[in-house]
């Protein structure tokens, strides 16, 4: 089966919960087309699918991708607590400078089951409640506040397996502030390194681990999209968009922008023109 790593994910969490069981308990996944995160906060249960027989117990996070059946049940004539983030998946990267149609994500590239302790166990708990206790059926602002959640934590479990608020994760997240906010200046990894007082060599590592590309690529893509937006939203010269890109010359941007879009700024622009104005990229 294909899965999916992030890129621009959307979700929509259609249940979010805490299901209390008592002894004696069984059920069986009822809705099987979506996405589904179970948590093991207490106790033990018996877990049957297709991918296999087994015993499940705290601290176990179980996901199961839309399509997977599941039978459910407590174990020991124990109580079985768990918490559930239910919810739908698309991908809603864009190409060109255009919105698509959002795409299915039929599996994300995650465990079906993975264990957990100590510290590592507590803060994907702190996760995991955080997205129930934010998510509210019908109010809009809570749902939104719920799927960021949820996205955060998507992204953490692909990029590290584990919620991560440690320093890793936060220099990860300082040094990609800094390249949105300067994309336009002749900014180097050796000076982005400095400013984040760590060595190139750890900081290429932090972005090829949380983000698949180095900082130098990063820094390129940021450009790319930024540059993308000025020709399908403005009228700038492209000498004007090198200069607002950090492009050294206009010769430089052409060449880096065919190379990467198949196409020159020029015919880019144009072809947008001639297809109509695209949906705005928000």
Same mark, same amino acid.
């Given at each position: 089966m294909d899965t999916h790593t992030l890129q621009d994910p959307a979700v929509k969490i259609r249940w979010a919960a805490y299901k209390n069981t008592s002894g004696g308990w069984s059920d069986i996944r009822r809705n099987t087309s979506v996405h589904s995160l179970y948590w093991i906060r207490a106790g033990s249960g018996r877990f049957e699918s297709e991918r296999g027989c087994y015993e499940a117990q705290r601290g176990e996070l179980l996901y199961l991708e839309p399509g997977l059946s599941m039978k459910m049940a407590a174990l020991g004539g124990r109580d079985l607590h768990m918490a559930m983030v239910l919810f739908d998946a698309a991908e809603l990267s864009d190409a060109d400078g255009r919105w698509p149609a959002p795409a299915r994500i039929p599996r994300f590239d995650l465990p079906h089951r993975s264990e957990?302790? /100590?510290?590592?166990?507590?803060?994907?708990?702190?996760?995991? /409640?955080?997205?129930?206790?934010?998510?509210?059926?019908?109010?809009?602002?809570?749902?939104?506040?719920a799927g960021a959640a949820l996205l955060d934590l998507l992204d953490r479990l692909h990029t590290g397996n584990a919620p991560e608020p440690g320093k890793a994760r936060a220099l990860f997240e300082r040094g990609l502030t800094l390249l949105g906010q300067r994309f336009a200046e002749p900014l180097t990894t050796g000076q982005l390194a400095g400013e984040l007082h760590v060595s190139v060599s750890h900081l290429r590592k932090l972005f090829v681990h949380h983000a698949g590309v180095t900082p130098k690529q990063m820094l390129s893509r940021l450009r790319l999209r930024q540059a993308e937006r000025y020709l399908l939203y403005t009228d700038l010269t492209l000498h004007a968009i090198a200069g607002s890109c950090g492009y050294g010359d206009e010769f430089h941007f052409s060449r880096t922008f065919k190379k990467h879009k198949g196409l020159s700024p020029s015919a880019f622009r144009r072809r947008a023109k001639e297809d109509g104005p695209p949906d705005p990229d928000v």
């Open positions: 957990w302790d /100590g510290e590592r166990a507590i803060e994907l708990d702190t996760a995991i /409640g955080r997205i129930i206790e934010r998510w509210t059926l019908g109010t809009p602002v809570a749902e939104r506040e």
